[in-house]
């Protein structure tokens, strides 16, 4: 079982830049792969970045390529998005998710987040 906690939206220039940060509960988290998705409003959610329970692997949707990070601290039982040269199509609110099942390209997640905001200003 794992629970996770986003924290870091708000409220940003377009150009800015934003880093959320998930925490997880449980002894488990490096076994877990991690996920941050998004949904605006009126639209489907969809897969934003994903990183391996090590680390190593990680891949991104297009829109996001070159602008964004994700990557995982496990020892602080933590993942972080790192968001640069935000875009008004950004904003929605973001949700972490943790599985352990299929790999990072397809991977089923169990476990989600509240979701944070963000909202990139024009």
């Known amino acids: 079982q794992v629970q996770l906690v986003e924290s870091g939206g708000g409220l940003v220039q377009a150009g800015g830049s934003l880093r959320v940060s998930c925490a997880a509960s449980?002894?488990?988290?490096?076994?877990?792969?991690m996920g941050w998705f998004r949904q605006a409003p009126g639209k489907a959610r969809e897969l934003v970045a994903a990183?391996?329970?090590?680390?190593?692997?990680?891949v991104y949707a297009d829109s996001v390529k070159g602008r964004f990070t994700i990557s995982r601290d496990n020892a602080k039982n933590t993942v972080y998005l790192q968001m640069n040269s935000l875009k008004p199509e950004d904003t929605a609110v973001y949700y972490c998710?943790?599985?352990?099942?299929?790999?990072?390209?397809?991977?089923?997640?169990?476990?989600w987040g509240q979701g944070t905001q963000v909202t990139v200003s024009s």
């Open positions: 998710a943790a599985g352990t099942s299929g790999s990072v390209y397809n991977r089923r997640y169990d476990y």
């Open positions: 990183i391996s329970w090590s680390g190593s692997r990680t």
């Open positions: 449980g002894r488990t988290f490096s076994s877990y792969g």
